[in-house]
C-alpha cells in the first residue's frame, strides 16, 4: 500500500479485507494471490479502498447533507426515491473531485501501463464493503465501466463508481435488506480487461441455478464482453459439467445448448466506451467457446469452490464470471463471490406447483425457479412506464435493468423477450421468489397491456406464459416428517428437463427412465433417418433434418450427442443412486411420426402388440437405429463416467428372443458385467412370468410393468375407453400375477421392482408387494411421498422380508 493507503494491489488483497475494499475486490485478490499456482488466470489490477470514499466525504463535509437527504425516504414513492437518489449521487460525485486522489489513481494506472502497454484498457467496477456475502448478492445495484483508456477517464470513472452507492435500486436494496446506508462504504476495482470483444465470455454457477443441486456446474457464454449475458440483452450458449466423475477424470461435457447470442459488446472508439454490434447468423449457430473450454473453466471454477469452501469452513457454491482473450486464447476469472440464492434453500420442506389446466400460449423461455403465477400484463419499454406498475401485475419487458428492483420485488411473475438463466431478471427473480420466464424472443410483441396471463415455470426447463388466469394447486411438503421406508421408492422419469429438481426430492434413484421420451422431444427424428439419410423421401423432412444436423459431421452424430445428453442428465442428477434406463419402446405408429419415420416404419393393425421393444433391436430394419441407441448409452456410462446408468430391455417375449438382443448389444460395446454393467428385463408379458427362471440366466433384474402385464393378463386394450373399466390391477388374476413374478425373480436372487401407478393408487396392492418382498417401487415424481406413507404404512404391518440391494 502507498503512504495515504488510497490504493492496494491484488497481490497484497485477501478475504479479510472486504471491510477495505469490499467484497468483490477482496475477492479478486484472493483469486489473484492464492490461486495463479494452481493455473487459475486473473488479470492484475490496484483497488482504490473505501477509505478514500470515507475521506473524501468527511473532507467535503457531505455526511451530514446525506443523513438529511435519506432521513425519512418512503421507498415505495418511487418518484421521490429517485429524486433523492439522483440528489445524493450529485453529492457523492462532486465530494470526491480531489486532486490527491486523482494523482493516486492516475500512478497506479501508469504503473498498469507499465505491464500491459500504454493507454491499457480497464475495468472499473464498484465494490461495496457490504457486497457479496453469503447472505446478500448485491447484484447489479452499483455501476462498472469499460474500456477505460486514460488516468483523467479512469477518474471519472471512479467518482461514478463512488456516486452509485447511491443509485435508486442501491438504497432499495439496503433498505429490503437491513444495511445502513452510512455503514456501507464502497471501493473502486480497477483491473485490466480481457480482449473478449474479440472472442467470448460469461457466468459460470458451481450448481444448478433452478433446483440447487450440488453435483453440476452451469457454464454460460456468449461472444463479446460480458455485460450483456448479466444485464440479461443475450440468450447465451449454456453447458453441464458433472462435478463428481468430472474429479473422479472423466472430462465431458454433460449437456449443451445453443443460445441465440444475437448482438455481442464491443470494445468502440472515443469517450463511448463500448458498443453492441449485431452478431452474425453463422455466428449465432455456432458455440461460441468448444468442449476443450468449457472443461478448463469448470476445472477453474472446481479450484475457486474448493478454495472459497476451504476458507468458509463449508461448501460453498460460488457465481464467477470469466473472459476469453480474442487474441491469446486464454482463460480468466475476473470476479467469484458466493452464490446467494439456490444454495440457501433449505431441505425442510418441499413445494410443488401444477397447473390443473391448460390453454392458449402466447410466449415460451427459459424457465426461472419453479413457481405459477397469474396477473394482468404491465409491459414495461422504459422506465417512465414503471410508474404506473401496480402490485401483482406481470412485468413484461425486452429486458429488465438493475434499477428496476423496487418494482420487480412487487411483481407477480417476470417475462422478458432475451436473457439466460443468469442475467440480471433471472438472479433477482430467484432472490425475490418470483416466477421469471426470459429469452421469449418476442413476448413484448405478442402481448398488450392489461390482458390476463399465467405464467408456469413448473414444466421444467420451459417456462410458459398462457392467455388467462389457469387453475393451479400447490403442495407443500415436511420432509422432516417424512418416514422413508426400506423398500426402495424410486421414480419414473423422461423429461431431462426436471431431473435435477426430482432428484433433490427424497428417492431412491430411477427405476424407469423413458428413452422414447427424449427421443420425442430432444430428437424428433427417426433413428433410421439419420443412419440412413439418403432413404429419406420427404423434401420437408429432408430440410429439417439437415438443419437440425447440419453442424455435425454426420447426421447420426447428432443423434448420439442429443440421446447421450438427456440420458447422461437424468444419471447426473440422482448419481450415484441406480437410473434404469428403458431402451426405446414406440409402437410402429408412434415411430411414424417422427421426422423421415414413415419411410421406415410398417403400417400394423395393432402396433400395441406389433414390431415393438426388443423385437426391433436385432431386426434388420431397425439394428442401425438400435446401434446409435447403444453408442449414446455407451457414451454417459465410458466417457461421462455415469456408471450408475443400468439398461433395461422392454417387451421382450422369448428366451431366444433376449438372447438376441444381448448379443447385438455386445457387438455395440455394452456387453452385461463389463464395467458394472447390469442389464434388466421388462417383466410385463405372461411369457415372462411364467419363464423367469430362465430370464433370471440372462438378466440381472426385473421390472415388472404393469400397465403392459394387466393388459395382456387380462385381453384388456389399455387405450380403449370402452373396455377401460376392466382394466384392474387388483384382478385375483393379476395379483397371482404379481406374486409369481416377485417370488421367481427372489427365488433366482435376482433384484425385481414395479414402475407404474397401481401402489400409488391402491394402498392394497402397496401393501401386498411388500408382503412379498419387492425390492423396489418406482411412481411418477408427484406420487413419490404418498407412495412412501402407504408402503411405509405396509412395512408396519407385515413381516418384511429381506431386500436384496439394488
Known sequence: MNASGYTRWFKDIGLEDVPLVGGKTASLGELYSALARQGVKVPNGFALTASAYRDALAQAGAWDKLRKLLDGLDKRNIAELAKRARAARAIVYAATDQEALRREVGNAYRKLEEEYGANVAVAVRSSATAEDLPTASFAGQHESFLNVRSPDDLMLACRRCFASLFTDRAISYRIDNGFDHFKVALSVAVMKMVRSDLAASGVIFTLDTESGHRDVLLVTGAYGLGENIVQGTVDPDEFYVHKPTFNHGFRAVLSRRIGTKQIRMVYAKGRSTTRNVTTSKAAREQFCIDDKDVLELARCAIVVEKHYSERAGAPTPMDVEWAKDGNTGGLYIIQARPETVASRRGPEALESYALQSTGKVVAAGRAVGEKIAAGRIRLIRTEHDLRTFKPGEVLVASATSPDWEPVMKTAAAIVTDHGGRTCHAAIIARELGVPAVVGTENVTRLVKN??????????????????????????????????????????????????????????????????????????????????????????????????LTGRYRKPSDFFVERLSEGVGIIAAAFYPRPVIIRLSDFKTNEYANLLGGADFEPKEENPMIGFRGAARYAHPAYAEGFALECAALRRVRSAMGLTNLKIMIPFCRRI???????????????????????????????????????????????????????????????????????????????????????????????????????????????????????????????????????????????????????
Open 450 to 547: 392489461g390482458m390476463t396471463v399465467t405464467v408456469s415455470c413448473a414444466d421444467g426447463d420451459i417456462g410458459h406464459v398462457y392467455d388467462g388466469a389457469l387453475p393451479f394447486s400447490v403442495e407443500r411438503i415436511t420432509t422432516d416428517e417424512l418416514e422413508r421406508p426400506l423398500t426402495k421408492i424410486m421414480v419414473n422419469l423422461g423429461n431431462p428437463e426436471i431431473a435435477f429438481k426430482t432428484a433433490m426430492a427424497p428417492n431412491d434413484g430411477v427405476g424407469l427412465a423413458r428413452m422414447e421420451f427424449i427421443i420425442n422431444q430432444h430428437i424428433g427424428i427417426h433413428p433410421m433417418a439419420l443412419a440412413q439419410p439418403a432413404k429419406v423421401r420427404s423434401a420437408s423432412d429432408r430440410r429439417s433434418i439437415e438443419r
Open 656 to 806: 431366444e428372443e433376449a438372447r438376441n438382443v444381448l448379443d447385438a448389444m455386445a457387438g455395440n460395446g455394452l456387453t452385461r458385467g463389463d464395467g458394472g454393467l447390469e442389464i434388466f428385463m421388462m417383466c410385463e408379458i405372461p411369457n415372462n412370468v411364467i419363464l423367469i427362471d430362465q430370464f433370471a440366466k440372462l438378466f440381472d433384474g426385473f421390472s415388472i410393468g404393469s400397465n403392459d402385464l394387466t393388459q395382456l393378463t387380462l385381453g384388456v386394450d389399455r387405450d380403449s375407453d370402452i373396455v377401460a373399466f376392466d382394466f384392474d390391477e387388483r384382478d385375483p388374476g393379476m395379483l397371482q400375477m404379481l406374486r409369481m413374478a416377485v417370488t421367481g425373480a427372489k427365488r433366482n436372487r435376482r433384484h425385481v421392482g414395479i414402475c407404474g401407478e397401481a401402489p400409488a393408487n391402491y394402498p392394497e396392492i402397496a401393501k401386498f408387494l411388500t408382503e412379498l418382498g419387492i425390492d423396489s417401487i418406482s411412481v411418477n415424481p408427484s406420487s413419490v411421498m404418498r407412495t412412501m406413507r402407504v408402503v411405509h404404512e405396509a412395512e408396519r404391518t407385515v413381516a418384511k422380508p429381506t431386500v436384496l440391494a439394488s
